[in-house]
């Protein structure tokens, strides 16, 4: 992998948008997301980025994976 030695390229700073309407809707996505926190490396979004556009996996399965590693899901 190529280092960006003249910081051409902005770090990468993932954040969640959600509407004011779909977290009243569904309030338990806020703690879903609250979850996620500090959880993801940025080594590990390249390999995220990579399974996905690289190697043309299915997102769901990519996501599961992660999750499972984490210890979020079962």
Same mark, same amino acid.
């Given at each position: 992998m190529?280092?960006?030695?003249r910081r051409?390229?902005?770090p990468y700073e993932?954040?969640?948008?959600?509407? !004011?309407q779909s977290l009243q809707q569904h309030?338990?996505?806020a703690q879903a997301i609250a979850e996620l926190g500090g959880k993801i490396?940025?080594?590990e979004m390249q !390999?995220?980025?990579y399974a996905l556009d690289a190697q043309?996996?299915?997102v769901k399965d990519v996501a599961h994976e992660f999750l499972r590693?984490?210890?979020l899901v079962h």
């Open positions: 190529l280092e960006d030695d051409y390229f902005p993932a954040v969640a948008v959600i509407r !004011q309030p338990e996505v490396s940025d080594q !390999q995220l980025n043309h996996r299915d590693r984490k210890g």
